[in-house]
């Protein structure tokens, strides 16, 4: 019994060994086959039909202006602060209820916009915005 030590395997390898990757791609392919069917599951229900149709005419817009000194303008119409959920309350008795647009000024004081806001929800308004301009570039 003799050891000997040969050194024969000094060859550059020009192979890839596909081994490993083959087995990576058959438990690619097993997580595949087993998760698919669990994705793709679904109970098939036949929902029901019907004839309605959605009602085209959009709610009426109600524009509710601020100005710099705090005075209110309802369309083009000054309002009076003291009267101003009186005119909000006829407004919100429409229906469907019209969506109301507070255009407030950079420079009125926010207490202003917000007696136009109480104003509208004590009037039962439910739909209230803010009308903003964009930046410009």
Known sequence: MSFEINDNNDDVMNEINMTPLVDVMLVLLIIFIITIPVVQHAVKV??????SSQDKTPPESLQL????????FLGQQPVAADALEDALREHAAKDPQPQLYIRGDKKVAYEHVAQAMSAAQRAGLAKIGFVTEGQKP
């Open 65 to 72: 202006a601020v100005d710099s000194q705090g005075q209110f």
């Open 46 to 51: 036949e929902l029901p039909r019907t004839s």
